[in-house]
């Protein structure tokens, strides 16, 4: 990657980051009237942080207090004495909490503060990272940015929560990401996580004459799918056609399942198109998502819904339903039944807060057999103050009180300049807390730079095969001129496989097992290898032999008796 041998990697670029120099290279901006120093009591200073700029990192538990704030624009600065370097990853790490009589009055409710770069006299400003900071807590930055060309000089900037809020900043750092050094650690942590010895035993050699025999094992197939979004344009493209046969296994329809499209008028129904993607699918033996039964997000529903009265609402809800889930019974292993509740509430605000857990109760009575996700946006990004971890959790677990059989968590994975440490993190805390299986269900990367967004699919995908909570990955489309972000594809509109996809191309490679070798004494033939489905060829003096098995997940070696 170009100007990375220049980067010294997990080097902080604020200096007095800690305040060891007091207020030294900090600054008030706007009106805020005072900054100080202050020591948090040692019970309250985090002890848990995905900050890897050090080792022996913790939070050193000093903070600036911005007092007399008299607006959202109120707050802090610093400028950055580093010179920020364009085409390299920078995480904004730290820590920030509020405090003063205003935020006092409303302890327990979250406002957002954020963590932006001015550039070049403020003629460019770049986000990097955004929390929901409380009274009484401290809430981790998680931040990230990437130039494109070298600034002539950078501050840092720490902006937000309402007039009259004090705001606290405990050690903000700004440090370049080694992502290669991280995706060391991944291949380490995929091959605990996705791997297993195997012994595959033939009997006694002796007696059977076949010690020495050459054996060939082959992965046929992975547990861990790849998927893809389709619409009826692209299966009538003979080059998407074939990357998608040859390189997924499960797929989503974009918008053919949406009430929005089923019935946009109302009492009109139209099933033909998911109808005819399901034909498709089912030719090519791939499990489809069903994308969604609800979308809570207000300017995603249509007119005659929205004109709807609470009891016609109440009524129109339960068609819906009844329609969807009947037709398609035992069609979809997945649905998605509510969409981006973290960031709408169109039913709940017009039916109630139990009409959430009521769609996935009664789901589950008319389709049992399929697993019933929440699925939202930004969750795995650390950057959205509506869309933490937390948050979900919270979600999923109010959910579950009321009822509602929640069966897995979505992570959509609309991501740019991803950061391999906050998606792990997010993904610790979710499984953690709830132990549902995780899908990335709406994968899409965005970068212009198409070495880049090589380099960041690559980051995220690591991340989701290395982590056990994640059982598959579905793309948000991959063909250039057939996905909602376009600076997002694997492949070129003219059929091309572009640096992004043979980046996918060449980790599914490396996630594939293939072994050779002789039967030892004992009759056996080891070999560790991915999760899946394999075969294995015996070549004896009589001719090859050939049999189907299957690895599954399992901390002991696995041990097949080959009966052939």
């Known amino acids: 990657m170009a100007c990375t041998q220049e980067v010294v990697f997990d080097l902080n670029l604020i200096e007095n980051s800690a305040l060891e120099d007091g207020l030294a290279g900090w600054s008030p901006v706007g009106s805020c ?48 004495k580093g010179a920020l370097k364009p085409r390299v990853t920078y995480r904004v790490a730290g820590w920030i909490s509020l405090g003063g009589a205003a935020a006092a009055d409303a302890e327990g409710a979250g406002h957002a503060v954020r963590v932006n770069l001015r550039l070049d006299d403020d ?26 060309k070298s600034p002539r000089a950078a501050a840092v900037y720490v902006q937000g929560a309402p007039a009259g809020v004090d705001v606290k900043v405990m050690d903000l ?9 991280r995706f060391r650690k991944l291949r380490r942590k995929t091959d605990k996580v996705r791997k297993r010895d195997v012994v595959l035993n033939f009997g006694s050699a002796a007696a059977s004459g076949i010690s020495g025999a050459s054996v060939r094992v082959m992965q046929m197939d992975s547990s861990f799918p790849f998927g893809a979004c389709i619409n009826p344009a692209v299966i009538q493209d003979p080059a998407f056609v074939d990357f998608f046969t040859k390189h997924f296994d499960w797929a989503v329809f974009e918008n053919e399942l949406k009430w ?32 969604c039964i609800f979308w809570a997000v207000e300017n995603t529903v249509q007119q005659w819904v929205k004109s709807l009265d609470k009891d016609q609402l109440t009524a129109a809800v339960q068609a819906r339903l009844q329609s969807l889930l009947t037709r398609y019974a035992g069609r979809f292993p997945h649905y998605d039944v509510n969409n981006e509740m973290l960031h709408g509430s169109f039913y709940r605000d017009r039916l109630g807060n139990d009409v959430d857990a009521f769609m996935f109760r009664e789901a589950a009575r008319l389709d049992p057999g399929a697993a019933l996700f929440v699925n939202d946006y930004n969750v795995e990004g650390g950057n959205d103050p509506n869309a933490t ?37 997010a993904l610790d805390k979710l499984s953690a807390a709830t132990d549902l299986p995780v899908w990335l269900t709406e994968l899409d990367v965005c970068e212009s730079d198409v070495d880049l967004r090589a380099d960041d699919l690559e980051v995220v995908l690591r991340e989701a095969y290395a982590h056990p909570a994640v059982e598959g990955v579905v793309f948000w489309g991959f063909m250039q001129g057939h ?21 996918f191309v060449d980790l599914r490679r490396e996630w594939t097992s293939h072994a050779r070798g002789h039967i030892d004494s004992a009759g056996h033939f080891k070999f560790r290898g991915y999760h899946g489905t394999y075969v294995v060829q015996l070549a004896t003096a009589t001719g090859k032999v050939h049999k189907t098995f299957s690895v599954e997940k399992g901390d002991t070696p696995l041990v097949l008796d080959m009966n052939i």
Not at 123 to 139: D, L, P, R, T
Not at 270 to 290: E, H, I, M, Q, T
Not at 483 to 503: F, K
Request: hydrophobic share 35%; proline share 4%; aromatic share 6%.
């Open 260 to 291: 929005y499209h089923t019935e946009a008028q109302q009492g009109q129904l139209n099933y033909a198109d998911s109808d005819a993607l399901l034909d498709f699918c089912d030719r090519y033996g791939k499990p489809v998502r069903g994308h």
């Open 33 to 80: 009237t005072a900054l100080s120093v202050h020591e948090e009591e040692p019970a309250k200073v985090p002890t848990e942080t995905i900050n890897d700029v050090g080792e022996d990192y913790r939070p050193s538990g000093r903070y600036i207090l911005a007092s007399g704030r008299a607006d959202e624009a109120d707050g802090l600065r610093q400028a950055i």
């Open 483 to 503: 996905m909602w972000r376009q600076d997002a594809c694997l492949v070129n509109s003219d059929g091309t496989v572009n640096d992004a996809g043979e980046r």
């Open 123 to 148: 003629e460019c400003v770049v986000e990097g990272g955004a929390v929901c900071a409380e009274v009484g807590k401290w809430a981790e930055i998680k931040g990230a940015f990437r130039l494109k």
């Open 389 to 425: 971890p937390e948050k979900y959790i919270e979600q999923i677990a109010a959910l579950q009180q009321k009822g509602a059989p929640v069966g897995g968590i979505g992570l959509q994975g609309h991501v740019t300049n991803p950061v391999g440490e906050v998606i792990c993190d």
């Open 173 to 181: 750092q700004v440090f370049a990401t080694d992502r290669k050094a």
